[in-house]
């Protein structure tokens, strides 16, 4: 992706959990998870899957909240942290779970989820995002 802000390679996939029109939420326990590449653009996060090849993308307009966790569809993901992202589709909200890794320094382990998390939530709160993006469009 010519237009990445961040790139990870090798990230795990969680799936989706949702939350319907009426506030309930659903888990998806059989998921196909599985490694694959993320990336972070201008305007979506796009997560490439090895495994099915399938790609997912979610519209930065489209996040409503993002938050880090230890689980993820009712299962805890130790070591390290979950980025979990939270985004509107139709009527529902769908939880994109995954796990980013890190890296090992001489101040023990780094977890790139807080780097993630805080890049994104930049891009979404930027007062001149939209104007930012109609003049490059």
């Not at 305007?43 to 495994?51: A, G, R």
């Not at 070591?79 to 909200?93: A, D, M, N, S, W």
Request: glycine share 8%; hydrophobic share 40%.
């Amino acid at each position: 992706m010519d237009d990445s802000i961040l790139e990870k390679r090798g990230a795990n996939f969680y799936g989706f959990e949702r939350i319907d029109s009426l506030g309930k939420h659903h888990y998806q326990l059989a998921a196909i998870r599985g490694s694959g590449d993320i990336f972070l653009a201008k305007n979506e996060v796009c997560f490439n899957q090895w495994i099915t090849q399938k790609e997912y993308n979610i519209p930065l307009d489209k996040i409503i909240r993002i938050e880090i966790r230890t689980w993820h569809n009712l299962k805890m993901k130790l070591p390290g942290k979950v980025l979990r992202i939270h985004f509107k589709e139709g009527q529902k909200i769908k939880i994109f779970g995954i796990k980013l890794g890190g890296t090992l320094s001489l101040k023990g382990w780094k977890d790139d989820v807080y780097l993630w998390k805080e890049q994104i939530e930049s891009l979404m709160l930027s007062p001149l995002r939209k104007v930012f993006m109609f003049l490059i469009d």
